[in-house]
């Protein structure tokens, strides 16, 4: 072989290598990198490749298996609780009804606690949330010594109330949402935009404690009873033509704010104050049946309106449907 | 994945590109040596050596995303030290870029073309090789580095044109005048 060797690759005459350079060159030339050299350079490789951010196709890959069994999971218990709770619903209705027959039958004086039904409708309610001023500490501070102690003593009631319902095995009185601090100086109209307004936020008869504080869903919120419209109008006449009259116009430091919570409002019927006597007749008609079992208030009720008292079976009837939201309703009435 | 002595230096590095860190283990395997050789003959200090050679395959790293087969890899490997190189000595000294500059083809007509003569079989291999280390040293910048790209990387008289950009009569004629000396030298 001759010292000069062309490399085969076509590069022309200048490509030419010496073979005995060549070997002696690769006799001495043994040197390499230092193996930390080596490793920090391949780590940085790695480092770079795995800093990389991959394909969208790939990282949808990589989550499709954990997403496909979250939304499994998820699907599952979601159809388990509306199974459960809508075969709880249909139990507790049932349980509820019995109940009160039980109540009826056995304890005639308890007071009922009843919650307000969900008769408002939104649109409604949402005019009586606005109308209703929101009351701070102070204001609650500046009422009346007399209206502070009323309501101390509405509070003490009502815990006794809840508790001897509690003792007698009674569903325990939700707490009211939008419960007035001192309810004793509320005017009807307050009070009609109250049960409006509070009604549609609370069911609490007949439900277990849990799910006592529950929102309503639209479903479950029954059309607008007649007595709230009158309500607002009623109220609408009083602020236009009271001119700072304070018994038409409702106290702000007297109206709590309707999300704050407090004790469970009495009946509208049971309140004493101004402005109430129209509500007389009602009022004894309540007082007569307060110790009746529900199917003889339908039966004063249809009575009622047999005679063309109209109003008076209205109201009756709104009350009704405070006392024992869960009880069926004749046809009639419905 | 494992990667066969078949699988070329382009196909690894496109593989690297597509963030396989396997294949760029495979590819610094091949080539770590020369690189690091081709640095060490040229600088001559093994500290600096090895923060160039370090420079080198970072670079290599950085650029990957961007890589496409384009020529040999071992073209665009050795001009990637090239030009770590060249910023090295444009840093550090003037007097290495001044030896980059262009040899006359009217030097080669002073160096006498000895390939003909036969090799001295007196010296040992490995005497051979320590006075041809000897000899690389003394060799210009250019020329060394025409010669280092042949031995190390492998490269032809074009592919030494590409990787130090300079063209092909250029990188021909500082190879040939490399080889010149160099085997007028382990005559002496």
Known sequence: ?334 | MSWSAETSDEELMLSYRDGDAGAFDALYGRHKGGVYRYLLRQCREAAVAEELFQDVWMNLVRSRAGYTVQAKFTTYLYRLAHNRLIDHYRKHSHAAVVSFEEVGEEAMAEVPDDRERPADDALDAKRQAARLMELIALLPEAQREAFLLQQEGGMSVEEIAQATGVTRETAKSRLRYAMVKLRQGMQE
Do not use: C
């Open chain 1, 1 to 334: 072989m001759t010292p000069i060797e062309r490399n085969g690759s076509g590069a022309g005459p200048g490509a030419e290598r010496d073979s005995r350079l060549d070997r002696a060159y690769r006799a001495g030339a043994g040197e390499e990198p230092p193996a930390h050299l080596d490793a920090a350079i391949l780590a940085a490789a790695r480092r770079e490749v795995g800093a990389r951010p991959r394909a969208i196709s790939a990282r949808l890959r990589a989550w499709r298996v954990p997403v496909s069994i979250a939304a499994v999971v998820v699907l599952s218990v979601s159809v388990a609780t509306l199974v459960r709770e809508e075969g709880g619903g249909k139990l507790e209705q049932s349980d509820a009804v019995d109940l009160y027959s039980k109540r009826a039958d056995t304890a005639p004086s308890a007071p009922a606690t009843a919650p307000e039904p969900a008769h408002a409708p939104d649109a409604a309610k949402a005019v009586a949330r606005a109308k209703l001023p929101a009351v701070t500490p102070t204001a609650r501070e500046s009422m009346a010594p007399g209206d502070t102690a009323s309501a101390k003593r509405a509070e003490a009631a009502s815990r006794r109330e809840a508790a001897s319902a509690a003792r007698s095995g009674a569903p325990m009185p939700q707490p009211f949402q939008g419960a007035p601090a001192a309810p004793e100086r509320r005017s009807p109209v307050l009070a009609a935009d109250q049960a409006a307004g509070a009604g549609a936020e609370t069911r609490s008869f007949g439900t277990r404690a849990g799910e006592a504080n529950a929102p309503v869903t639209p479903a479950e919120t029954a059309p607008a009873p007649k007595a709230a419209a009158r309500a607002m109008q009623r109220d609408r006449a009083a602020t236009e033509d009271a001119s700072g009259s304070v018994s038409a116009v409702r106290p702000p430091a007297a109206v709590a704010p309707a999300e704050k919570p407090g004790p469970r409002a009495e009946s509208r019927f049971q309140q004493s104050g101004p402005g109430l006597a129209d509500t007389a007749p009602v009022t004894a008609l309540l007082k007569e049946l307060e110790p009746q079992a529900p199917e003889k208030w339908l039966e004063k009720i249809e009575a009622l309106r047999r005679e063309g008292r109209k109003a008076e079976s209205d109201e009756l009837l709104a009350e009704f449907k405070r006392r024992f939201p869960t009880h069926p309703l004749p046809p009639a009435l419905r």
